[in-house]
């Protein structure tokens, strides 16, 4: 399938720069499995959504993981985790005018110096060798880092940014991008949930730097995923069940819970068949697009996705490419806020997707 069946044209202020405020007032697209579209608010969310049905929440936590220092030269260097290997040691990008040689020190903010200790291919294993701060390399990001805010938000992080670009459940740190759909929820919302009877669950998929790089093969299929180390505990594998004998729908917040559940699926394909899950603790590469259905999800909540991303190919397999490029153009017709900060889509899954789309 052609890279450029996924491309659609959006206006520059479109893109949102801050969150709706308050999160539960943002704009909601209705994709339902059959009917029109419909455009409502965050806050009707428990309208959509039955009694009995279980939300998937991603608990990953992101990191202030961009920070910036010298080499021993003098030229700058912007360094982003992508990685926790262990309390002192990372793989981080690196951004320099040339890049640093294994045994390279670097002199960051807040004092700290970091030892280049080995490569990876486009990543850089680092080593912290000094901090004022206490705690490591999580210590010293915490005191001294920056949210690692997407590009396409073409402003400096701030203070707001600590709280904007963090969800109410997050609890588990190593992401360093947002499960922006959950950014939406309250505490409030989510009470009104739970108390119509929606039942909740956790994974964890920590979201890498990877997923915002863009596509280069010209066929889809031959993209390589980035990894992404992700958890689905027996409680999640228990509550997808217990859902499926109540006849509830299972819900993902996001398209990084639905990476979570369906890598879960597809590690135990005998449970798929029915429906359910096993767990799953490692690394992720699973890249759903038109002709790799889900298996487990009935719907989700989803942020509107960069062009010619795969994130917009996931939701693509999911309600078919024509249908969702089709809301994309809607919503851009009708001052749709869009990406990290912006509105967001309720997407129910669509029956009789053919398994090949073509363009």
């Given at each position: 399938?052609?890279?450029?069946?996924?491309?659609?044209?959006?206006?520059?202020?479109?893109?949102?720069?801050?969150?709706?405020?308050?999160?539960?007032?943002?704009?909601?697209?209705?994709?339902?499995?059959?009917?029109?579209f419909e455009h409502r608010a965050i806050n009707d969310l428990p309208d959509l959504i039955e009694p009995?049905?279980?939300?998937?929440?991603?608990?990953?936590?992101?990191?202030?993981?961009r920070a910036y220092g010298h080499k021993?030269?003098?030229?700058?260097?912007?360094?982003?985790?992508?990685?926790?290997?262990?309390?002192?040691?990372?793989?981080?990008?690196?951004?320099?005018?040339?890049?640093?040689?294994?045994?390279?020190?670097l002199y960051m903010q807040g004092g700290a110096t970091l030892e280049v200790v080995?490569?990876?291919?486009?990543?850089?294993?680092?080593?912290?060798?000094?901090?004022?701060?206490?705690?490591?390399?999580?210590?010293w990001l915490e005191a001294h880092g920056h949210m690692p805010l997407p590009t396409y938000i073409e402003r400096a992080d701030d203070d707001q940014d600590r709280h904007?670009?963090?969800t109410v459940f997050a609890?588990?740190?190593?992401?360093?991008?947002?499960?922006?759909?959950?950014?939406?929820?309250?505490?409030?919302?989510?009470?009104?949930?739970r108390d119509k009877g929606v039942e909740t669950t956790f994974v964890t998929l920590h979201v890498g730097a990877g997923t915002f790089q863009p596509v280069r093969s010209e066929t889809i299929e031959a993209h390589e995923m980035h990894r992404e180390w992700t958890e689905v505990p027996e409680t999640a594998v228990e509550a997808v069940a217990a859902a499926r004998r109540r006849g509830g729908r299972v819900l993902a917040i996001g398209t990084t819970a639905v990476r979570a559940i369906e890598t879960a699926a597809?590690?135990?394909?005998?449970?798929?068949?029915?429906?359910?899950?096993?767990?799953?603790?490692?690394?992720?590469?699973?890249?759903?697009?038109?002709?790799q259905p889900l298996r487990v999800i009935d719907a989700m909540?989803?942020?509107?996705?960069?062009?010619?991303?795969?994130?917009?190919?996931?939701?693509?397999?999911?309600?078919?490419?024509?249908?969702?490029?089709?809301?994309?153009?809607?919503a851009i017709e009708r001052g749709y806020r869009f990406y990290s900060f912006g509105d967001a889509m309720f997407i129910e899954a669509c029956a009789g997707i053919e398994a090949a789309e073509t363009a």
């Open positions: 399938m052609k890279l450029d069946a996924f491309d659609y044209h959006l206006p520059p202020e479109r893109i949102a720069a801050r969150p709706a405020e308050p999160r539960e007032s943002a704009r909601l697209l209705v994709l339902p499995a059959q009917g029109e009995g049905d279980l939300l998937i929440l991603n608990d990953t936590r992101v990191i202030p993981a021993a030269s003098g030229g700058k260097v912007e360094f982003l985790l992508e990685r926790l290997l262990d309390a002192d040691r990372a793989l981080c990008h690196i951004k320099s005018s040339r890049s640093p040689k294994v045994g390279a020190t080995g490569r990876a291919g486009a990543l850089f294993e680092l080593e912290l060798r000094e901090s004022a701060t206490p705690g490591g390399l999580l210590g904007d670009y963090q609890r588990r740190e190593g992401a360093v991008a947002a499960p922006t759909a959950g950014l939406h929820l309250t505490e409030a919302l989510l009470e009104r949930l597809r590690a135990h394909p005998e449970r798929a068949t029915q429906g359910e899950i096993g767990p799953f603790v490692g690394d992720t590469q699973l890249f759903l697009y038109p002709g909540l989803t942020n509107f996705h960069l062009p010619r991303s795969t994130l917009l190919m996931l939701v693509s397999a999911f309600a078919g490419r024509e249908r969702v490029l089709a809301a994309y153009h809607e």
